[in-house]
């Protein structure tokens, strides 16, 4: 496979900005072109007899036997038609032989300006192949979506009916094309326009600039960019210069100058070929110039698959061989020519390996001889191998380059066979089967002993192409999106999307997730991650923080200024201070993320001593900021745009009450002014102006806090479709070669349409055609394609399901959840462009039929979100928003978490349990001094409630998330505390219980010590302990002093510094324990022994105080105090230590001695992804999108809410 790095072919342009080639406008353009032809401009490859012969092919004509028809035997017929001169034809029609059932089916047009080299007509970047009749009188047209200019067309026929033969009548339509032309010699080379144009061709060429905005079309291929700089007009010199500059002291170019043909040239609507052909003296030539285009007689034969090959006659009994070829190929292996020895005797393989041309010379009964030499030969470029074989003596050339060229002194002896070799060799002959494989490119030019192969004659062979070379450059345009690499074969290419961010067949899909929330989502801790803002867009990746909370996700953006304070010193309006903020992401990359965000803020914070700021009231301000739209900011943190004050100003609480901000009152003790910044439309700041540090003493410090943004307006947009003739409108799907579609869906409904475009001949489908399936269809004018995919379960189960779906050049696909894609590989010849000109509908069909009922959500069109809660409101029978996330995502809510639908998605609950963070994973706990101890009252209740269900937050009424520095999940919640209702904890009938559990995780090195004690009402109580010789006891004492247990784990000493889990649940007379991955053992309450635990009054952690009775030995055990770490502690329905870490502390917890928050040496859980959860598109094996950590590796960043904390932090 051959990876394009060549340089194209150069055109000599003196002025690169400026000089336009361009065609007049078209004219109409329909006369008849064939009617007034001689009998003589038609030929054909051969004729069934005088009456069928290609004179008679005119349209409707009814002479001879009314048509052409070739003979039986042609295996390859043709009907070529000389116009004379140069013409431009617009349209092909074509009929079958009259009175006949002869006609046909399928036909290829192949045009040429000198009778030989013939080129096939492309469409699409396709070799095109028409349709023709269904029977002998009929005509069917065909006009051509661009125009054809040649002097000689061959028409092709591919297929006829079936057991008839082949019959044709045929017009062409069109006019005259005028032009001048010249033919130019030497000069230089300057712009890059195109690739493989030396294919003695015409090829057209328009320029157009206006302004910065340039447009260059090259052939049917249209590029449109911005040029550099800042200026939109240019200072042209006095002289404009086609085919080279020669004028002294101008700048040009090393390379060889354009040598060919140039004719239609217009600068500005100006011919400039008529100003020189009538010698107007503002026109000066240089150099041999002649008028009119000499045609070059080259016969290229083209290979077009494997197996194909050509014989040619060779002069046998020779004892040297010369021989000289030209070669193009995109395939970097195949054989060149195979000449055998005569009798056996000496022959020679000439190959292409791996990009390098070998000869290999073999001999009779000795040593054969391998030469090898070039490099990167597969490159679609032509290239010229020279062999020379004699006595004693081989040699091999390429590209006439002598200095790598390499010779052999080796014993030789040759005598040459009569036949030579192309391409490949008949099966008979076997060996060049046997090396390797076929040549697959095009041969011209061949010499053998120095006389001129005829290859458009000479010789016998299979499956050639004769005086035409068919190679296409697949790579250009480069379908390979996203900066992929194209590489090619001769049928085919692929994308090299390494280092891209991106996968698929052209570098299409996106590998990271476009948001935070998305990340989150799938199950991912709060670390540096890359998003993809615009999914298959044009955008590249960014790098952020996501900073993943309780209550919601922030997305940082840090930039080349965070986390350090800048100082400014001896700044004036004279001499302005100003710093510039990189982000590390482009204007549109950011602009793009605000737009996805709901809410996005960035702290600024001005230290000021004698230094002003704002000089309000009324005065011209001493700082201020640019945002990403370039225009200066007069307000500053705190303070709404468009008000010229600080946060101060607005609370009126400012140092002076004669100013607006703090600075202002120009005090010399520091003073500061800061506050968020939360108008999306100016940030981020880019740019910061100070100007009041030029005095004695004066001085500030600026500080800058990262983007962050908050919400997904894209993850979480959503509509409910009630009425199945209801729909949504957008304006038409753009994705002529490739487009994807993604979003999520879930419904009761059994089927329906989820969108629908339409074109003149085209369509685009996505449909629920069963409670089973989901149908991709398309036509791009070939006829209908579907691609299904069928699940094992139903997709109507009221859950959410996603599906995407994509077509490019390579294929079309479809997934569904996580199953695997359903490929269709595209054809590889037809319409490869999918034109659609209506409006899509989202939700029915273009007639408002098959409605879909149910709810879509993240609709995106390549990577392109399409806002349905927008449409949703101003449309009729569909309604903004969904709920139910938490029967698709509830899982996601772990250890005992409760999942809360929210009007824009979900969150977990994790007040009922002794765990924190987004999905209830991250274990609470906290270091105990020795004398540390908790104390949580449990009320009195006299009625049992059940665990709180999930609830639903509307619209308007979503908890806020945590602000920067708040410790999440720690803040102002009622932890494990019952509501007023009573409905946060499981209480206990007056009666008291007969089920209890209790869960832990401890680790300490010292013993004995008391864990966990609970007290009842009326003497009972529960003791967790550890002994003197650090086991591990429970005591249960139920009723009086001899009904109680007493379950030890054995000797082993469990104060040994590492974590321990304790899980302990008594059911009636039956009590479990089990010990971090031990089994469970199951102990029995002593027979007769009162079963009924009286209802709890306080739950102790670490020691018991001493004014409560307690059992002498528990006393004894806890007199010390415990020392260590305690986590996730868990009684019943309550979280006592995670009470306890509340601040303040709410009433019926109390704290003695210092309690430190920390982690206890535990890592949070990750959550594995649900299979309807993470974007399966997305997926890249070996990789979760995360960044500049080592992959299993904690992140933090600074104090952010989400921190893990190895050790002790004292909680504040």
């Not at 090959?309 to 190929?329: I, K, M, T």
């Not at 002794?914 to 609470?924: I, K, L």
């Not at 009684?1131 to 006592?1136: I, K, L, R, Y």
């Amino acid at each position: 496979m051959a990876r394009r790095t060549r340089p194209r072919l150069r055109l000599c342009l003196c002025v690169v900005a400026t000089c336009a080639v361009v065609a007049l406008p078209d004219q109409p353009c329909e006369d008849l072109l064939s009617g007034l032809l001689p009998d003589s401009a038609f030929s054909a490859s051969s004729i069934l007899s005088p009456g069928h012969a290609p004179q008679f092919a005119q349209l409707n004509q009814r002479d001879g036997a009314g048509g052409w028809s070739p003979s039986d035997g042609d295996s390859a017929p043709w009907l070529q038609l000389d116009l004379g001169e140069r013409v431009r034809i617009t349209a092909v029609s074509t009929q079958g032989r009259y009175g006949s059932p002869e006609w046909m089916q399928r036909y290829q047009l192949l045009c040429s300006d000198s009778g030989t080299n013939w080129r096939r007509y492309q469409r699409d970047d396709n070799l095109w192949e028409f349709i023709g009749n269904a029977n002998s009188d009929g005509v069917v047209r065909h006009d051509l979506a661009q125009p054809l200019v040649t002097r000689f067309l061959r028409l092709a026929p591919s297929a006829a009916p079936h057991d008839r033969r082949i019959g044709l009548r045929i017009a062409l339509h069109g006019c005259t094309y005028g032009s001048s032309q010249f033919l130019v010699g030497d000069g230089h080379t300057e712009v890059t326009v195109g690739n493989l144009l030396d294919d003695l061709h015409w090829h057209a060429i328009s320029l157009h600039r206006h302004g910065r905005s340039l447009n260059l079309s090259l052939d049917r291929h249209a590029h449109h960019l911005r040029t550099n700089g800042d200026f939109e007009h240019l200072d042209l010199d006095y002289q404009l210069m086609f085919g080279g500059i020669l004028s002294p002291g101008k700048t040009g170019s090393s390379k060889k100058s354009f040598h060919g043909c140039l004719e239609s040239v217009h600068y500005n609507g100006i011919n400039v070929l008529d100003l020189v052909q009538r010698g107007k003296p503002s026109i000066h030539v240089i150099g041999n110039m002649t008028f009119g285009c000499t045609e070059p007689r080259l016969s290229p034969v083209t290979f077009p698959a494997s197996g194909a090959w050509l014989g040619l006659p060779a002069s046998p009994g020779n004892d040297w061989f010369w021989v000289e070829l030209q070669f193009r190929a995109w395939d970097s292996n195949g054989l060149l020519l195979l000449a055998p020895g005569h009798n056996f005797g000496t022959g020679m393989e000439l190959r292409l390996v791996d990009g390098t041309v070998w000869a290999n010379v073999t001999q009779h009964h000795k040593d054969g001889l391998l030469l090898n030499t070039g490099s990167g030969l597969g490159n679609g470029q032509w290239h010229t191998v020279e062999v020379l074989l004699r006595r004693n003596f081989a040699s091999l050339m390429v590209d006439g380059d002598e200095p790598s060229s390499v010779h052999s002194m080796s014993s030789l002896e040759i005598t040459t066979g009569d036949v030579v070799y192309l391409g490949g060799c008949p099966p008979a002959v076997g060996s060049c089967w046997a090396l390797g494989p076929t040549f697959l490119g095009c041969l011209r030019s061949v010499q053998l002993n120095h006389q001129l192969a005829g290859l458009g004659l000479l010789g016998n062979g299979s499956g050639v192409q004769r005086d035409m070379c068919s190679i296409v450059d697949r790579c250009f345009p480069n379908y390979c999106e996203h900066g992929g690499q194209c590489s090619q074969t001769w049928n085919s290419f692929s994308c090299h999307c390494q280092g891209t961010g991106y996968s698929g067949q052209t570098c299409h899909d996106p590998v990271y997730e476009r948001s935070c929330e998305a990340y989150k989502h799938a199950g991912r801790t709060s670390r540096p991650y890359l998003i993809d803002v615009d999914g298959s867009g044009p955008l590249a990746p960014v790098p952020v923080y996501c900073n993943m909370t309780e209550d919601g996700v922030w997305t940082e953006l840090a930039h080349n200024g965070s986390h350090r304070d800048i100082e400014v010193h001896g700044s004036s309006r004279e001499q302005p201070f100003t710093a510039y903020f990189s982000y590390g992401a482009s204007a549109a990359q950011l602009a793009a993320l605000l737009t996805a965000a709901q809410s996005c803020q960035q702290i600024l914070i001005y230290r000021c001593r004698h230094s002003r700021l704002l000089n309000t009231p009324g005065g011209l301000p001493f700082a201020w900021w640019v945002g990403r739209g370039g225009e200066r900011q007069l307000y500053w943190g705190g303070s709404p745009p468009g008000v010229q004050r600080c946060a101060c100003g607005l609370r009126r609480n400012c140092t002076s009450p004669y100013h607006q901000c703090n600075c202002d009152s120009d005090s010399e003790d520091w003073q500061q002014d800061d506050g968020l910044l939360s108008y999306k439309e100016h940030l981020p700041v880019m740019q910061l102006v100070a100007m009041d540090t030029n005095r004695p003493s004066s001085m500030a410090r600026i500080s800058l806090g990262p983007l962050r943004c908050h919400g997904d307006r894209v993850f979480w947009n959503a509509a409910l479709f009630t009425s199945r003739s209801a729909y949504l409108l957008y304006p038409s799907l753009r994705g002529e070669t490739s487009f994807d579609v993604a979003f999520y869906f879930k419904t009761s409904a059994p089927g329906g349409i989820f969108l629908e475009s339409l074109g003149l001949h085209s369509f685009l489908r996505l449909q629920l055609t069963s409670p089973w399936e989901v149908t991709f269809s398309f036509d791009l004018g070939n006829g209908p394609v579907e691609v299904r995919v069928r699940c094992p379960h139903p997709l109507t189960d009221n859950h959410w399901h996603s599906v995407r779906a994509e077509r490019n050049l390579r294929e079309a696909w479809l997934r569904v959840d996580t199953l695997p894609h359903r490929v269709v590989p595209a054809p590889p010849h037809g319409h490869t462009r999918l034109l659609l000109s209506s409006q899509l509908f989202v939700g029915a069909s273009a007639s408002g039929q098959d409605g879909f009922l149910g709810c879509l959500r993240s609709l995106t069109l390549n990577g392109a979100a399409l806002d349905l809660e927008g449409r949703a409101k101003v449309t009729a029978g569909v309604h903004p928003g969904c709920t139910g996330h938490c029967s698709s995502y509830g899982s996601l809510c772990r250890n005992g978490g409760l999942c809360m639908e929210r009007y824009d998605g979900y969150a977990c609950d994790c007040k009922h349990t002794p765990y924190d963070g987004p999905f209830c994973t991250r274990e609470v706990g906290a270091f105990f001094e020795a004398g540390t101890w908790v104390r949580f009252s449990l009320p009195a209740l006299h009625s049992t409630t059940s665990p709180p269900q999930p609830r639903v937050l509307l619209e308007g009424q979503e908890e806020l998330p945590a602000q920067p520095g708040q410790m999440a999940g720690l803040g102002d919640e009622s932890w494990g505390l019952p509501d007023e209702d009573g409905s946060n904890i499981k209480v206990w009938r007056t009666g008291g219980s007969l089920e209890e559990s209790i869960s832990f995780s401890f680790s300490t090195k010292r013993a004995p010590s008391v864990l966990i004690y609970v007290t009842t009402r009326v003497g009972s109580n529960i003791a967790i302990v550890l002994q003197t010789n650090g086991s591990l006891q429970v005591r249960y004492q139920l009723g009086g002093p001899d009904e109680g247990l007493v379950v030890g784990s054995g000797g082993r000493s469990l104060a040994d510094g590492q974590p321990h889990a304790v899980n302990i649940t008594r059911s009636y007379s039956q009590l479990f324990l089990q010990l971090d991955h031990y089994p469970t053992t199951r102990h029995h309450f002593p027979a007769g022994s009162s079963l009924t635990l009286p209802p709890p009054t306080a739950i102790y952690l670490g020691q018991v105080e001493d004014s409560l009775a307690v059992d002498t030995a528990v006393r004894d055990l806890g007199r010390a105090g415990f020392s260590g770490c305690l986590s996730r502690v868990q009684f019943g329905h309550a979280a006592p230590l995670k009470a306890a870490l509340r601040t303040p502390h709410a009433p019926g917890v109390t704290v003695h001695g210092r309690l430190l928050l920390s982690s206890c040496g535990a890592f949070p859980m990750t959550v594995p992804p649900l299979s309807t959860t993470r974007s399966p598109w997305t997926a890249n094996p070996g990789a979760d999108g995360s960044v500049g950590m080592p992959a299993g590796q904690p992140a933090s960043s600074g104090g952010s809410a989400d921190s893990a904390f190895v050790g002790a932090k004292e909680a504040t």
